[in-house]
Structures are given as structure tokens and as C-alpha cells.
């Protein structure tokens, strides 16, 4: 509901966190992502739970995502955004090399 407020009062674009995923590195909620999708028509940016490359791949493949971000898993070297990036690129993911 908070979702269809926000873009009925004008956002173009809704970067959604899940508290629940965030700081775990186990994976976006794909589920949430999908449901609020259902329901706006603007972009969503996903946020919380990456942490690796298979979970950046997995959310633009399972989801309506146009953006993902991640932060601790690139902040502390446990992933390389190069390799993130070539590794989207390989699943014909559009990405900037």
C-alpha cells in the first residue's frame, strides 16, 4: 500500500529494502520485489540481502528489478565488481562494462 501511495503522490522510482534481508548476504526478497512490482509501474531498485555474485544475477532473472545494489559484499572484497559485472553480462543481463 505504502508503495502505491508513494507513486500516487509523484515518486518515479522506489528503491525497496527489506529490513529483514538486510546485512544477512543471504539473497534479495524476491518475493517482496515481485509483490510490490505487481502493483506500481515505476522502477524498483532492489536493496538488502546480496552476498555474491549468483544473488546480483538471480534478481534481475526472477524479478522485474531495473537496478540492485549492494554494498559490504564490494565495501569488504568479498566480491569484485568487475567479476559481478561479467558475470551479468554472461546471463544477457544489460549491464556497463
Known sequence: ??????????AGEILLTSMDKDGTKSGFDLNMLNAVAEVVDVP??????????????????????TGALAASIFHYGEV??????????????????
Open 80 to 97: 569484485a565488481i568487475a567479476d559481478t559485472k561479467k558475470a551479468m553480462a554472461d546471463a544477457g543481463i544489460e549491464v556497463r562494462l
Open 1 to 10: 500500500e505504502w508503495a502505491k501511495e508513494a507513486v500516487g503522490l509523484g
Open 44 to 65: 524498483i531498485i532492489a536493496s538488502g540481502g546480496a552476498g555474491n555474485i549468483e544473488h546480483m544475477v538471480e534478481v534481475f532473472e526472477e524479478t522485474p528489478a
